[in-house]
C-alpha cells in the first residue's frame, strides 16, 4: 500500500486515538509483467484533514515508514563543477546522491572514462550516492553497456541507478532539424534497446526513467497538465512499454514560468504552488499503479521552481523565499514516499543562473534547507497542519530523537498552538533559518502551548 494510502487510514485510527502503524516498504517490486488492472484503490488527490483544528500536531507513536536517504539529492557535471574555493561547502552540503551527467550535456556529448573517475572521486568526497544518465539522443546499446562496464566491471564503482538521455520529450525539434521524427513509438523502443543490453552488462543495476521534462496535474473538472496533455501521454506510453523494466520511475519538474513570456514566479504564486506537489505524487502513484499492476518507487531527478536563468527577483530559484518553498516541497515529498528527489542543480554554470546551493564564491540560500534536513529524522511520523501556509514535517532519527521541522511560508509572524502527542513542556533545541538566521542553532526553547514562526522561515526542533 502507498504510504499516502497508509496515512489517510491512519487519519481515522488517530481520531479514535489508537495506535502504532506499521513501517512502509520502499522496496521496488519484481520487474515482471502484469496485466493492467481495471481500477485502482488509490487516494484521491484530496487534502488530508488535520485531526485537530487550528493547531500543529504531532503523534510521534504513529510511524509511518523510513524516509529515502535518496530524497535530498542533486545534480552534477561535468559542466556544472563546483569551484575550487567552494570545495569544502559541497562536501559538507548533505546531498546523498548526484544525477550524473546532468541536463542535456548526455545527450550532445560522450562521456570520457576520466570523467566518471573524476565524477566518483567527487561524490565520494560529498558522501553522494552516483546515478548516471547514459546518451540516449544519437547514443547506441553497444555505446551505453560500454559505460556500464568501464564503471561498475572493470572500475568496480558498483553504481546502482541508470537512467536514459535527458527529457526526451524535447527531442523532436532536434530531430526536425535532420529531416527526422522523435516520437513516444521511437522513444520506448530505443530505451528498451539499451536497457536491455545494460542488464546484460550487469543484471544488478536499477533502471530509473522516463525522466520527461515536465509532469504536473490538476484535479479541476476538465483541467489538463500545465504544459498540456502531451507529458501525461509520454509518461503513459512509456509504462505501458517498458513498465516491466523500469525500477525506478522518473519525472521533471519546473513549474515556472508558466509561458515563454510570463517571466519568473511571485512570492504568492510559489506559496500556491507548494500544494501542487501533493497531487502530482498521488496522480504519478495512481497511472503507475493502473500501467504496470505494481507500485514502482518515484523518482524527481531534476526539480526546482523555474527552468530559465532568472535571478534576482524575490522568488527566482536564487531568493531566500525560494529556498523556504524547496523546504516545504521537501516535506511534502517525504510525506508522499518520494524515492528520490534531485534538485536542479548543485552549483549554476560559471555564475549563470540563480539555480541550486553553490555560486562560485558563495552559497544561495537553499544550501541552507539542506543544512536543516540533514539533521531530520530517517523514520516518518505522524504531522498535521490545517493553515495552508503552514507545514509540519516529524520524524524519529537514529538516537532516538524526534525531529519536528515546521515552514512558514507567510510573510508575516505566526503564532501557532502545537501538540506534541504525550508530551507537554518539552525542551527542544532550535535551529532556525529565515531572512536573519542562515540555518543557525538559537538555544534550547521550551515548547508548551504556542510556537513563534517568523516570517518566511524554517525551524527545526529536535527533542530528545
Known amino acids: 500500500m502507498p504510504r499516502t494510502a497508509i496515512i489517510l487510514t491512519l487519519l481515522s485510527v488517530i481520531l479514535a486515538g489508537c495506535g502504532t502503524a506499521p513501517l512502509a516498504s520502499t522496496e521496488a517490486a519484481p520487474a515482471t509483467p502484469t496485466a493492467i488492472p481495471t481500477s485502482t484503490g488509490l487516494p484521491t488527490s484530496t487534502a488530508m484533514p488535520s485531526p485537530v483544528p487550528d493547531m500543529l500536531y504531532v503523534n510521534p507513536s504513529v510511524a509511518l515508514g523510513p524516509i529515502s536517504p535518496l530524497i535530498y539529492g542533486s545534480n552534477y557535471g561535468p559542466w556544472l563543477t563546483v569551484s575550487f574555493d567552494m570545495l569544502p561547502e559541497a562536501y559538507d552540503s548533505g546531498i546523498t546522491i548526484l544525477r550524473f551527467p546532468a541536463g542535456e550535456w548526455g545527450d550532445h556529448n560522450d562521456v570520457k572514462t576520466y570523467q566518471i573517475d573524476q565524477f566518483m572521486d567527487f561524490a565520494h568526497k560529498v558522501g553522494a550516492t552516483a546515478m548516471f544518465n547514459v546518451r540516449l539522443l544519437d547514443g547506441t546499446p553497444e555505446q551505453a553497456a560500454e559505460m556500464v562496464r568501464f564503471t561498475n566491471i572493470e572500475r568496480k564503482y558498483n553504481v546502482e541507478y541508470w537512467a536514459i538521455g535527458n527529457e526526451p520529450t524535447l527531442y523532436n525539434a532536434a530531430a ?66 517498458n513498465g516491466d523494466l523500469v525500477d525506478v520511475v522518473s519525472f521533471h519538474r519546473y513549474p515556472f514560468p508558466r509561458s515563454r513570456t510570463s517571466g519568473p514566479p511571485t512570492i504568492d504564486e510559489l506559496r500556491q504552488n507548494a500544494q501542487e506537489w501533493d497531487q502530482i505524487i498521488i496522480h504519478a502513484r495512481e497511472l503507475i499503479h493502473q500501467y504496470t499492476g505494481r507500485d514502482i518507487p518515484i523518482a524527481i531527478t531534476e526539480f526546482n521552481s523555474a527552468y530559465d536563468k532568472s535571478v534576482s527577483g524575490e522568488a527566482t530559484p536564487d531568493s531566500h523565499f525560494n529556498a ?3 523546504a516545504d516541497v521537501l516535506g511534502r515529498m517525504i510525506k508522499n514516499g518520494v524515492f528520490m528527489a534531485n534538485e536542479w542543480a548543485l552549483t549554476a554554470k560559471g555564475g549563470v543562473g540563480g539555480w541550486g546551493l553553490i555560486d562560485q564564491y558563495d552559497v544561495y540560500p537553499a544550501y541552507y534547507t539542506y543544512q536543516l534536513f540533514r539533521r531530520f529524522g530517517t523514520g516518518l511520523v505522524y504531522s498535521s497542519s490545517d493553515d495552508p501556509d503552514v507545514s509540519i514535517y516529524a520524524a524519529r532519527r537514529a538516537d532516538g530523537a524526534l525531529t519536528v521541522i515546521v515552514v512558514n511560508l507567510s510573510l508575516e509572524e505566526k503564532i501557532k498552538a502545537i501538540d506534541i502527542e504525550k508530551h507537554a513542556n518539552v525542551q527542544a533545541e532550535t535551529w532556525l533559518f529565515d531572512p536573519d538566521h542562515k540555518a543557525e542553532n538559537i538555544g534550547t526553547l521550551e515548547l508548551s502551548d504556542s510556537v513563534t514562526l517568523p516570517a518566511e522561515s524554517v525551524t527545526l526542533y529536535i527533542i530528545q
Open 176 to 241: 526536425k532539424n535532420r529531416g527526422e521524427t522523435y516520437d513516444i513509438d521511437r522513444f520506448n523502443k530505443e530505451w528498451r534497446a539499451i536497457a536491455e543490453a545494460m542488464k546484460k552488462v550487469d543484471p544488478t543495476i536499477k533502471l530509473v526513467g522516463a525522466e520527461i521534462n515536465q509532469f504536473s496535474y490538476d484535479p479541476s473538472p476538465g483541467a489538463t497538465t500545465n504544459f498540456g496533455e502531451r507529458d501525461q501521454e509520454w509518461f503513459v506510453e512509456f509504462l505501458k512499454t
Open 324 to 326: 523556504i518553498w524547496l
